[in-house]
């Protein structure tokens, strides 16, 4: 019987069931995800060996043991991206806008058949459970496609008529060959939000993946060979002070996308600066999600959302860099609404990825884990009280040396490094206040300016927060939904720029003006 | 200035001071920079010297090895009741950073000054 139970299927790629049984790790017999010893770098449509014929270990948190390998570039593969990269430039920003669409909502088809596999490849490569990435980072990259797909066909420019018998004409053009570095936090959808817009305005496009996840991007592309016209979209693997710095400082790139630390994102721009390209960068956040005293009116559907709300510190293993990783709550709920949230933590079921039923899975590296825990030791430094978790979690078997922490909240005040920091881990800093008034104080006590959530029964109170707070991104009575079509990016040193909307077109293209005379009359000047 | 019992804000282990000079004897003097939040953040990043451009509102910390150590004037506010100590670990660097030695990069454990430091540390 339980040979029956725990023989994997080649159709679900699951032991224990068809609907609830875990997923086969990557490689192993049955499993949905192929998985060779080796990858090359994607270049000019076909997998090219790095040059120097290096290359570095990809190591899965779920066990901490190394899966395969991948290239290790050097800036002379940096050089082979580009020269293909230029050389497919021209034809793919002479290609029709029907053409190009057609290829993006070509990839979100290729992507949206291969969900289960994409969602199983980067779960096994990040840690975050499985459910989420079936759910959210892969349906979302399809969507994201079909996105741009539509909108730089409904992307028009403008004329002005300056005077009777003259007028301006505007283009939108290429910038040509563009650099992309992407983050490990979601290897695909983080891929997807920078190609689809840059792909979409007719740039060509070299990738470099994060070096702890370079990997499941390189199973997308393995599905994308005959779907991306040859050198379109080109992905080099290797570290970042070696092909991270060739790529953005590169003369040969017209544009610099980042998404990452924020120290880095001022080292891409100074690189960007250096050959006069514009970049866009996507820094850290330190997000206040902000609970009055009014959700606790009534134990309805509503208290419930704003619970969940609470607990999406947790999501992705607090490895978002919107997490909601300061919970400020009204001072005259705060024992009763905060014991609830602690009853919903403590219901979060942490273990291996793969398991549908798993809540949040394992950290994406040791350094992450180390990070981690050195935050919770210095919040305790400073006074911070510890109300659930705080340490590391063991598992027995293949888990054992896997990079698990527990779900945390640290209580304080704000001016604790722990408010003032990104952990980048399943951390909340939860304090009080008193009023509305000290509610925004405490939200816009910080560098960043990336997300917020406001919580509320009161509309007007909803709208007074969500315009003050210096953010980027204010969800109101809600947390944590990316959909296309809604403006992501940073105020303050959370970044410079927008993605996630028609208006990454711009960000991706430059403006053509003709100005045309129709009259035939000298201006009368020599 | 600081008085004279002030304390260093940043500090290295002996590991660390010998990642350094390794660092130095190969590739030449080298410059950290703590960097902020998301991703691979809040650790310091080491560069060849002059790599990373300091701004005029950075602060420089303090010198490890000789190399200097600097953090964002906004950070700084934030940090600036905590000693910064530079030590090294496991694994190589996952961002732009130069790692410390083969297979380790650096990091920073922090310990938060008693009120006899922060008295010292204050401006005379």
């Known amino acids: 019987m339980t040979d029956i139970l725990t023989k994997p299927t080649q159709d679900t790629g699951r032991e224990g069931g068809a609907e609830t049984g875990v997923f086969v790790a990557p490689g192993r017999p049955g499993s949905l995800v192929s998985l060779k010893p080796r990858y090359q770098n994607f270049i000019g449509g076909t997998w090219v060996a790095p040059v120097k014929g290096e290359y570095m270990k990809d190591v ?52 949206e058949a291969n969900i289960p596999m994409l969602a199983v490849a980067e779960s096994w490569e990040n840690g975050k459970p499985v459910r989420e990435t079936l759910a959210a980072d892969i349906p979302l990259a ?45 290897p695909i959808l983080m891929a997807a939000w920078k190609i689809a817009p840059a792909l979409a305005a007719g ?10 996840t370079p990997w499941s991007i390189l199973k997308l592309a393995e599905l994308l060979e005959d779907v991306v016209p040859a050198g379109v979209l ?66 309805d559907e509503f208290l419930d959302k704003a619970i969940e709300g609470l607990v999406l510190y947790a999501f992705n293993k607090g490895e978002v860099c919107t997490c909601p990783s300061r919970a400020l709550i009204a001072e005259s709920i705060y024992d009763e609404f905060m014991g609830r949230c602690l009853d919903r933590i403590k219901k979060i079921k942490q273990g291996n990825p793969l398991d549908p039923t798993t809540m949040i899975g394992a950290q994406v590296s040791t350094q992450q884990m180390e990070k981690i825990t050195s935050y919770v030791d210095i919040g305790l430094q400073e006074g911070a009280q510890c109300l659930i978790g705080g340490s590391r979690v063991r598992f027995d078997g293949e888990l054992a040396d896997g990079y698990y922490f527990a779900p945390t909240v640290l209580k304080g005040n704000n001016k604790m490094r722990v408010f003032q920091e990104e952990i980048f881990g399943p951390v909340l800093a939860a304090t009080t206040f008193k009023d509305e008034a000290e509610a ?56 410079v720029g927008r993605e996630n909307h028609q208006m990454m077109l711009e960000h991706y293209s430059q403006t053509k003006n003709l100005l045309v005379s129709y009259s035939t009359k000298p201006l009368g000047f020599f | 200035m600081n008085g ?11 590991a660390a001071v010998k990642a350094i000079e390794g660092l130095v004897a190969e590739h030449g003097p080298v410059m950290f920079f703590q960097s902020g939040g998301c991703c691979d953040g809040s650790l310091p990043l080491c560069f060849g010297e002059g790599e990373f451009v300091i701004g005029s509102h950075d602060v420089l910390l303090g010198t490890i090895a ?59």
């Open chain 1, 60 to 111: 899965s948190p779920v066990t901490g043991e190394a899966f395969c390998e991948v290239a290790r570039s050097t800036k002379e593969d940096v050089e082979l991206a580009l020269d293909a990269a230029h050389r497919a430039r021209k034809a793919w920003g002479e290609t029709s806008l029907t053409e190009r669409a057609a290829v993006l909502n070509k990839i979100a088809d290729v992507i």
């Open chain 1, 142 to 186: 399809v969507d994201h496609f079909r996105y741009f797909a539509g909108a730089t066909r409904s992307l028009e420019g403008r004329t002005s008529e300056i005077d009777k018998d003259t007028v301006a004409y505007h283009f939108h053009e290429p910038l040509g060959v563009v650099g992309q570095i992407i983050p490990f936090n979601f």
């Open chain 1, 203 to 212: 740039n060509c496009t070299v990738v470099k993946p994060a070096s702890p």
């Open chain 1, 234 to 299: 080109n992905i080099i693997t290797g570290p970042g002070a070696e092909i991270g710095k060739a790529l953005a400082s590169s003369p040969r790139i017209a544009k610099i996308g980042f998404t990452g630390e924020t120290t880095t994102g001022r080292l891409i721009m100074q690189y960007a600066a250096e050959n006069l390209i514009p970049s866009t960068v996507e820094l850290g956040g330190k997000s206040p999600n902000i609970f009055f005293a009014d959700v606790m009116n009534a134990d």
């Open chain 1, 440 to 495: 925004l104080e405490i939200a816009n006590d910080t560098l960043y300016g990336l997300g917020a959530g406001v919580w509320t029964r009161d509309g007007n109170l909803a709208y007074r927060m969500g315009r003050s707070i210096q953010a980027g991104r204010v969800w109101t009575n809600c947390y944590h939904l990316y959909p296309a079509g809604a403006a992501f990016g940073g105020y303050k040193i959370s970044g």
């Open chain 2, 4 to 14: 004279p019992r002030a304390p260093e804000r940043v500090v290295a282990t002996a």
């Open chain 2, 66 to 124: 000789d190399c200097p150590f600097y953090i964002d004037h906004r950070q700084y506010e934030a940090w600036k009741h905590t000693q910064l100590i530079l030590d090294v670990a496991d694994g190589e660097p996952e961002g732009f950073s130069l790692g410390a030695g083969r297979d380790h990069h650096f990091v920073i454990k922090s310990r938060v000054f008693d009120r006899d430091e922060l008295d010292a540390l204050r401006p005379a």
